[in-house]
């Protein structure tokens, strides 16, 4: 019985996407980054209990890709084709967010078969993504003068654009996984968790956008560190 209990809370991240992308088209689009919070605690959640467990199958492999991917592909893939949509200036630029709903199927696939990722990232994960787009909405209303801007047809589609290049790129990013509890050689990590922490106190979900370019920056400068670091 035990070995199902993963599989079960992987399919509440499923019901969770679908959910979202339901409330979504039904225009609820704050609704949306509930969900794929929900979400997200459930894809922890899963591989949490079944390592501890010790339950681990081929098939709640397979399913937790085919629930990201409905749940971190699709969903979010929505939520910026009705952002697109609501600024009414362009009437085919709403599909250029199935972009996001391909390229998250691309770094699922991607995901499970590169030996690479067991330390670092390669390429944005689908999680960092959909809550980027899901939670642009509640920044918008959160900071209403920055909203405007953001959430700006041509700019949402450039964003569109830029992460979905983002999921596939051969980019090492940081992975919150501690081998070691040691500031130094987790500095970026702590520096990442320190300034999410005063972002959510601050801004509360309207401060995910921010988090999200934060571990992009961090990872970037950490990629440069150690390529100097390497090289002297």
Request: proline fraction near 4%; hydrophobic fraction near 55%; aromatic fraction near 10%.
């Amino acid at each position: 019985m035990k070995k199902h209990i993963p599989n079960l809370i992987t399919c509440l991240n499923l019901c969770s996407g679908m959910a979202g992308i339901y409330v979504v088209l039904e225009g609820r689009l704050l609704w949306g980054a509930y969900f794929v919070m929900a979400a997200a605690v459930f894809d922890f959640l899963d591989g949490f209990v079944a390592k501890l467990l010790k339950a681990h199958s081929e098939i709640g492999k397979q399913l937790d890709s085919l629930a990201d991917m409905v749940t971190f592909g699709v969903l979010p893939a929505f939520i910026a084709f009705k952002l697109l949509q609501s600024g009414g200036q362009l009437e085919y630029l709403p599909y250029l967010s199935f972009l996001i709903g391909i390229q998250s199927a691309l770094r699922l696939a991607k995901f499970n078969i590169d030996e690479r990722q067991s330390e670092r990232f390669i390429g944005l994960p689908t999680p960092a993504n959909a809550l980027f787009f899901s939670t642009l909405p509640h920044l918008a209303m959160a900071i209403p003068e920055l909203g405007r801007l953001l959430l700006h047809p041509i700019l949402i589609g450039l964003l569109v654009v830029l992460f979905a290049f983002l999921l596939t790129a051969e980019l090492p990013l940081l992975a919150l996984k501690f081998k070691t509890f040691s500031v130094k050689k987790n500095f970026s990590k702590y520096l990442l968790l320190a300034i999410g922490l005063v972002v959510l106190v601050i801004l509360g979900t309207a401060g995910v956008p921010f988090i999200v370019v934060t571990y992009l920056l961090l990872s970037l400068v950490e990629n440069l560190l150690t390529k100097h670091a390497v090289q002297t």
